[in-house]
């Protein structure tokens, strides 16, 4: 390997690290957005009352119901 080699960093790389140096805060922020979407406590009983008031989707979408 030549004295003069450097590993190679892609534009994108580059990029995410000029980013977090200009704003170091922005991990946290996106950790904060994370929780605040996604990591929520799940209650069961509300999830079992959602399954059950789900109506059975019949098979052809499109077709309007008949009287029969």
């Known amino acids: 390997m030549p004295l003069f080699w450097k590993p190679y960093k892609s534009d994108v790389t ?3 690290e000029v980013l977090k140096a200009n704003k170091p805060t922005l991990e946290a922020e996106q950790r904060a957005g ?3 979407l996604w990591d929520r406590a799940l209650d069961r009983s509300e999830q ?3 399954r059950d008031a789900a109506l059975p989707q019949q098979p052809y979408v499109y077709q309007t ?3 029969a």
């Open 48 to 50: 079992a009352e959602w």
């Open 14 to 16: 580059a990029f995410i």
């Open 34 to 36: 994370r929780a605040r």
């Open 65 to 67: 119901k008949t009287g």
